[in-house]
């Protein structure tokens, strides 16, 4: 790690500390959203980094209606922070808010805080745009160690973004989603080869598109199927081609008994 990164998350590690304390205070007393902003403003400068000034708008207008925040880099809009009051629970309709506001002005990152909670989005432009949840770290929370949370909030610094820590880090979570990696076990050429070796270590074939089904039922957790792995399994059964085989059911989905 080079010098400059020691020192911001160095710093991040500091100023999360200072910060745990102001935000528990703010929401002992029911601070309201105006002094929240005050804590996020002071935590994206102090903490973080960013200028307050070249930096960060307050009040930012959008179609008619305002963001809470915009971080600026290099001229450019880098992440928009919408901020609640720092006791209220944050939601998805807070967080529709925030993405809409992205996207409208093309921004990829969103923060979503109360203070207390940070939480970074990701927004997709697709068609609908929809966000994805990159990571979470709560002041608060005492689960998370706070070397964890100050490597997660590092992510946010301008220091980060010089080699772009924060989108190799979403490119690689991304990669090794769960939900990705079912997909890619669903591909023809990892069931091609994982057919290859039942053959050898049973003397047994399956088709293709029965081996993807035993995969979705006993092996790949639910949490892990969704949009994309129904539709690369729904290809893989498409494009069967394999002969007339039989089949048997086990408790989890069918199982192969085709002797070769």
């Not at 980094?49 to 971080?71: H, P, Q, S």
Request: proline content about 3%.
């Amino acid at each position: 790690m080079a010098v400059y990164q020691e020192k911001a998350l160095e710093r991040v590690s500091k100023g999360l500390r200072k910060y745990r304390s102001v935000a528990q205070k703010a929401r002992a007393s029911g601070a309201k959203e105006s002094d929240t902003r005050m804590i996020v403003s002071s935590v994206v400068s102090d903490a973080l980094g960013w200028d307050a000034f070249d930096n960060l708008t307050g009040e930012y207008r959008i179609k008619g209606t305002y963001a809470d925040f915009v971080i600026r880099k290099d001229g450019k809009h880098f992440a928009i922070i919408e901020v609640k009051a720092v006791a209220t629970t944050l939601n998805e309709k807070h967080l529709y808010q925030a993405v809409s506001y992205a996207a409208n002005q093309g921004v990829e990152w969103v923060i979503l805080t109360n203070g207390a909670e940070w939480r970074l989005y990701r927004v997709l432009f697709n068609k609908p745009v929809e966000h994805e949840l990159v990571f979470e770290v709560s002041l608060l929370d005492e689960a998370m160690k706070p070397k964890e949370k100050a490597q997660l909030m590092y992510l946010l610094t301008p220091e980060a973004q010089r080699k772009d820590e924060l989108e190799a880090y979403y490119q690689r979570r991304r990669a090794l989603a769960g939900s990705n990696i079912a997909k890619l076990l669903l591909s023809e050429s990892v069931l091609t080869r994982l057919r290859a070796e039942i053959k050898a270590d049973s003397g047994h074939r399956v088709a293709l598109d029965e081996l993807g089904q035993i995969l979705v039922d006993c092996v790949i957790r639910p949490e892990a199927q969704d949009a994309p792995v129904d539709k690369q399994l729904r290809r893989v059964q498409r494009n069967a081609k394999a002969a007339p085989h039989k089949t048997t059911r086990s408790s989890c989905g069918p199982t192969a008994s085709a002797a070769t």
